[in-house]
């Protein structure tokens, strides 16, 4: 356990010092990877208790959106900015999430009214274009370096902030499935009226993870802007990224800590090999090979990656050795 | 009353019989197989795709075009059901409605890489109907009716004929069907193909009055899947109805407001009604 733990320590030691030895175009790649890495975890906080939502898309818009308008508009600092974009969308997964779980609108049901909720956000977005720009998207006003407008030069300073806030996001998954409302959700998902009927507060178990899950996809939406200093309705909301979100935390694996990051990691991946590979003439192809695996994995390994791997590990290492560790630890 | 306003109803109107017959087909995949297929509007999408290269590349008649759009995106039904939906029937219902998602990504995709982004059109100009300042769009009007015609035929096949008994029965009890001699398989290929068989009617009249490019059916896809839940999943009657009242707040509210926020409107009506009334408007 120790040994395990030492090279966690040290494998974290190593990726926050990434940047003095990566290229811009590297540290890139690893930017993009921790920040989707923590919106698909923060999405897995729900999907692995059944709550597939197809609206995350919804949270990501309005974090990406409110922070940058405050900021274009009222000159009001993304620190103050990014909790604002957070409230409004935790606001938006009460207003959706209440009714939906007070009335069980479960399953197919759920996900549907959720698509059609970031449909809202979307088509919202795109219809305030005295505001938002519409489809051509928005561009954050630039200052240069300053901590004030969270806006930097240097990638170095974005990789620091996105490692911390995947961390951040890792730990929240982490307390989450140490904690009671684990074993409550978890038995939500089995049956629900059974849960109930045993004295779980069915909607509230609900709501929190959903409120969390919406809050932390929110702060990811806005990290992306903050980034890329820029955004647009298509890229941040509507069903195209709310599916990419399933997508990849289930490529992953939502039901393993580091399966969603591991889902980023190898979706952004797969595109970037696949661009090289393909380059600009054959637009798409990278996306049609992503889409036959996507359909692959969902019908093979459900589970997702390092679900599978979590599966073949205790198949082949794990069991035997607890089977003659078990009358060793009696004695 | 205001010309434009009417207009709008009008447009309203004939938009709906389109719709209608997408949730018609969406619907009866559902009704039957119990699977939402997310990218029913691709197969869609496919069949525009189809009679676009078949009509301006290859010089084929229209309507020869059509009728191999058709049984093309009929049998691209059926090798969905047996590729994609078969190997996952036993899973949770959302590993099937992620299995067609995948789906989705793939043929937007592929069109993309085939065709490029570029919008194309027939190039054919159909003609308005007028009367003084009332206009309304031949092509409009044509899908309108087509559209009903397809949903009275399929109203027909399945209330009148013994293959279309045998789906509504299965629909109702999957095991007891088995027993009576009925191929469950059979009967789920042969919705599969009339599913497909009808996005690809739906693609014929919607080449006629759109441009054809990899995401529309994006603009689409979203509002078919609203209107069948809210006409009821698997309930037809339900679905028709259903397509009329999202397509009247669509075009009306689009004349009041803008196009997108006729949209919201009509998003924002489905998430009540699913509060409201989960078993769709006509549900018990």
Redesign the interface.
């Known amino acids: 356990m120790t040994l395990a733990r030492l090279t966690g320590v040290a494998a974290l030691a190593l990726l926050a010092l990434l940047p003095f030895a990566a290229s811009d175009y590297m540290l890139h790649i690893a930017i993009q990877i921790l920040i989707w890495g923590f919106i698909y975890t923060a999405w897995s906080m729900m999907g692995r208790f ?1 709550l ?1 939502s197809f609206g995350h898309g919804a949270f990501l818009g309005v974090g990406a959106y409110v922070p940058a308008l405050l900021w274009n508009f009222c000159g009001l600092t993304p620190w103050l900015g990014i909790p604002a974009g957070a409230a409004l969308a935790v606001a938006l997964a009460l207003v ?1 999430g209440y ?2 779980f007070r ?1 069980r ?1 479960v ?3 759920f ?3 959720t ?3 970031s ?2 956000v979307l ?2 977005l ?2 305030a274009r005295d505001l938002t720009g519409g489809s051509l998207g928005m561009t954050l006003k630039t200052v240069g370096h300053s901590w004030y407008a969270l806006q930097f030069a240097q990638k170095s300073y974005f990789y620091e902030i996105a490692f911390v806030v995947w961390l951040g996001g890792l730990a929240v998954w982490r307390w989450i499935d140490r904690g009671i409302a684990r074993t409550a959700l978890d038995a939500i998902s089995e049956d629900e009226t059974a849960a109930a009927a045993s004295g779980i507060d069915v909607t509230r178990e609900k709501l929190r993870v959903t409120v969390v899950s919406a809050g932390l996809t929110a702060l990811g939406g806005s990290l992306l802007t903050q980034y890329i200093q820029y955004v647009n309705p298509e890229t941040v909301s ?3 990224v709310s ?1 990419q979100i ?2 990849a935390a ?1 490529a992953g694996g939502m039901h393993v800590l580091l399966g969603p990051t591991v889902g980023a990691l190898f979706t952004i991946v797969l595109n970037e090999a696949l661009r090289i590979v393909f380059g600009i003439h ?7 090979i ?3 695996l ?2 692959l ?3 093979f390994m ?1 589970r997702g990656i390092v679900g599978l791997a979590e599966e073949v590990f205790a198949r082949t290492v794990r069991r035997p050795r607890a089977a003659l560790d078990a009358p060793a630890t009696r004695v | 009353m205001d010309i434009f306003l009417l207009d709008a109803a009008v447009d309203g109107v004939l938009l709906g019989g389109v719709l209608a017959l997408l949730a018609l087909g969406l619907n009866l995949i559902f009704g039957v197989i119990d699977v939402v297929w997310i990218a029913y509007a691709e197969l869609v999408m496919c069949g525009m795709y189809a009679i676009y290269w078949l009509f301006t590349f290859f010089h084929w008649p229209l309507l020869l075009a059509c009728v191999v759009a058709i049984l093309g995106v009929a049998l691209l039904g059926v090798l969905v059901h047996l590729l994609i939906i078969e190997p996952v029937l036993g899973s949770p219902p959302i590993n099937q409605l992620l299995a067609t998602g995948g789906l989705l990504f793939f043929l937007q995709s592929l069109a993309t890489l085939l065709f490029g982004t570029d919008f194309r059109n027939l190039g054919l100009r159909l003609p308005l109907l007028e009367w003084g300042d009332f206009s309304v769009s031949f092509a409009r009007l044509l899908a309108f009716a087509a559209a009903l015609v397809g949903a009275g035929a399929l109203y027909l096949f399945l209330t009148r004929s013994f293959l279309g008994t045998a789906i509504r029965a299965i629909a109702q009890d999957r095991e007891i069907m088995g027993l009576m001699g009925v191929s469950q398989r059979r009967i789920y290929l042969t919705t599969s193909a009339i599913g497909g068989g009808l996005a690809g009617f739906a693609s014929c009249l919607l080449v006629l009055q759109y441009d054809v490019h990899p995401f529309i059916g994006n603009s689409f896809g979203p509002i078919t899947f609203m209107i069948c839940v809210l006409g009821g999943l698997g309930n037809m009657i339900g679905g028709f109805i259903a397509a009329f009242v999202m397509s009247q707040i669509i075009s009306i509210g689009g004349y009041y407001f803008s196009i997108e926020f006729s949209y919201v409107l009509a998003f924002l009506l489905f998430i009540v009604m699913i509060f409201v009334r989960p078993q769709g408007i006509l549900g018990r």
């Open positions: 059944g597939t959706i009714p939906s009335l609108v399953g197919h049901y996900a549907l009214v698509l059609a909720l449909q809202v088509l919202s795109v219809a509507g069903v195209a599916l399933v997508f289930i054959f637009i798409g192809a990278a996306n049609t992503y889409g036959i996507l359909i994995f969902i019908i459900p």
